[in-house]
């Protein structure tokens, strides 16, 4: 047993999610979003919400970036405009092997992260684009970081579409 010792901190790093300190959720099922839920902020426009906690996410993270008239309609629907666009796609695959695949696998069968091939999603928060968007920008359950301060919100988009195309296959 006690040659196994110095792998305690990881397994328990791995386990235990990471969560904002400031004030840790009171479970996961308390801070899940129903995929039904509207998240229609006053203006009209979508309102994204952290994973874990619920919480208003800084959709500013990067002020140096050009918001795209894509990630514009996105903001307005929820619906990610580059599905099924070949060219972006190719670009989010591009993006996915830099960033997504050490964890996710090149297959998306997953390693780390969770399996994205199927519709067996690790929390119904994830059953719909904006919530898979909300979990990659601003970071979810255990090592899955935010992305948001890494990519540009266009790219995060264009991932999206890329992990779309596991599903089909």
């Known amino acids: 047993m006690s040659k196994f010792r110095h792998l305690l901190p990881i397994c328990l790093m791995l386990a235990v999610p990471a969560i904002d300190a400031a004030e840790p959720a009171k479970s ?19 309102e994204f919400l952290h994973a874990l ?5 800084d959709m500013n993270m990067r002020p140096e970036q050009v918001l795209t008239p894509a990630v ?18 190719a670009a989010g695959e591009k993006l996915y092997k830099k960033q997504c695949q050490a964890c996710h696998l090149k297959d998306g069968k997953g390693r780390i992260g969770p399996n994205l091939t199927d ?16 979990v990659v920008y601003g970071g979810g359950a255990g090592a899955m ?9 266009d790219g995060i988009l264009e991932v999206l579409a890329f992990i779309e195309t596991f599903r089909a296959q």
Do not use: C
């Open 28 to 46: 996961s099922d308390a801070v899940e979003k129903s995929p039904d839920t509207e998240q229609v902020q006053e203006s009209g426009a979508l």
């Open 53 to 57: 906690t619920n919480k208003p996410l």
């Open 72 to 89: 514009l309609e996105f903001h307005e629907t929820g619906e990610n405009p580059y599905s099924g666009n070949a060219e972006r796609i």
């Open 119 to 134: 519709d067996t999603w690790t929390r119904s928060r994830t059953d719909t684009e904006l919530g898979r968007f909300e």
């Open 145 to 153: 970081q935010a992305f948001g301060l890494r990519m540009d919100q």
